[in-house]
């Protein structure tokens, strides 16, 4: 069974930076595409970046240039960089598998992990 584990949530400062991590386990992470939501308090789960397995990546607008989503396929990870973070980044962030679609866009499935929690201070 497909397992996604996400760490390296946490408190922060507006302004700061977390790193988040996701490892999978029982499937071919080189080559899946992966991709990092979020969901606030009362909102609805939306997506905040995806990369394909050639490593193209796509962004939220509310997060490019400031989060960097990447992949380590020899340690079965994908990663966020999150810089400059704003209270509005505030949100349970999830880590999905997802998969790539005849026009090289990211369809999100349903693995996904336990999720993260991320708290910006103002």
């Known amino acids: 069974q497909v397992r996604l584990v996400e760490s390296g949530g946490g408190l922060v400062q507006a302004g700061g930076s977390l790193r988040l991590s996701c490892v999978a386990s029982?499937?071919?992470?080189?080559?899946?595409?992966m991709g990092w939501y979020r969901q606030a308090p009362g909102k609805q789960r939306e997506l905040v970046a995806t990369?394909?397995?050639?490593?193209?990546?796509n962004y939220a607008d509310s997060v490019k240039g400031r989060f960097t989503i990447s992949r380590d396929n020899a340690k079965n990870t994908v990663s966020l960089q999150m810089n400059s973070l704003k209270p509005e980044d505030t949100a349970v962030y999830y880590c999905?598998?997802?998969?790539?679609?005849?026009?090289?866009?990211?369809?999100?499935?349903?693995?996904w992990g336990q999720g993260t929690q991320v708290t910006v201070s103002s």
């Open positions: 999905n598998r997802g998969r790539r679609t005849n026009t090289g866009t990211y369809s999100p499935t349903d693995v």
């Open positions: 990369i394909l397995s050639s490593g193209n990546t």
């Open positions: 029982e499937m071919i992470f080189s080559i899946s595409a």
